[in-house]
């Protein structure tokens, strides 16, 4: 399955962008063992509409300009729910094994996801209540991925 990262807005060089580009690596090479082929980021700028629905709904049909017949959608939002690691390793390798040819893992920008993503999404993970900075999502989602593939796979990066 080839997973693909959608990011409204854009990654500054810096130690935060290092940091998840060595999970987005490390996935890159670990994930095609295991089924999981990591297709890279796109990037696409924050909307400059006046309100944040307006945002939202600018937002979100740039996002379904990367959604194919067949996609699986999974949208990062602080109100979806809660996976432990081994929870989202298996999610993934349900996605995969059900036949989806394409993932697209959508980071959102400032003002959330627009409401008709949300209900076309497969699945709304959160990593927590807690509102995070856009560069620690993208560090957190690479390093996640790139454990789900150590878990599928049995490797030992995954101490529980």
Same mark, same amino acid.
């Given at each position: 399955?080839?997973?693909?990262?959608?990011?409204?807005?854009?990654?500054?060089?810096?130690?935060?962008?290092?940091?998840?580009?060595?999970?987005?690596?490390?996935?890159?090479?670990?994930?095609?063992?295991?089924? +999981? =082929?990591?297709? *890279?980021?796109?990037?696409? !700028? /924050?909307?400059? %509409?006046?309100?944040?629905?307006?945002? @939202?709904?600018?937002?979100?049909?740039?996002?379904?300009?990367?959604?194919?017949?067949?996609?699986?959608?999974?949208? +990062? =939002?602080?109100? *979806?729910?809660?996976?432990? !690691? /081994?929870?989202? %390793?298996?999610?993934?390798?349900?996605? @995969?094994?059900?036949?989806?040819?394409?993932?697209?893992?959508?980071?959102?920008?400032?003002?959330?996801?627009?409401?008709?993503?949300?209900?076309?999404?497969?699945?709304?993970?959160?990593?927590? %209540?807690?509102?995070?900075?856009?560069?620690?999502?993208?560090?957190?989602?690479?390093?996640?991925?790139?454990?789900?593939?150590?878990?599928?796979?049995?490797?030992?990066?995954?101490?529980?």
């Amino acid at each position: 399955m080839k997973i693909i990262v959608h990011a409204v807005g854009r990654m500054k060089a810096g130690p935060e962008r290092d940091l998840a580009g060595r999970y987005f690596e490390r996935f890159a090479r670990s994930g095609p063992a295991v089924g +999981l =082929d990591f297709s *890279g980021v796109t990037e696409i !700028s /924050e909307s400059r %509409a006046q309100t944040g629905s307006e945002r @939202r709904r600018e937002e979100g049909r740039a996002l379904q300009t990367q959604l194919q017949p067949g996609s699986a959608l999974l949208l +990062l =939002d602080e109100r *979806g729910r809660n996976f432990s !690691s /081994e929870e989202f %390793a298996g999610r993934l390798g349900l996605m @995969r094994d059900d036949g989806r040819k394409t993932l697209v893992v959508a980071v959102g920008g400032a003002d959330g996801h627009d409401l008709s993503l949300r209900d076309q999404a497969e699945l709304v993970l959160s990593f927590g %209540a807690l509102t995070w900075p856009h560069q620690l999502v993208r560090i957190m989602l690479a390093e996640q991925l790139y454990r789900a593939a150590t878990i599928l796979s049995g490797h030992p990066y995954h101490r529980a």
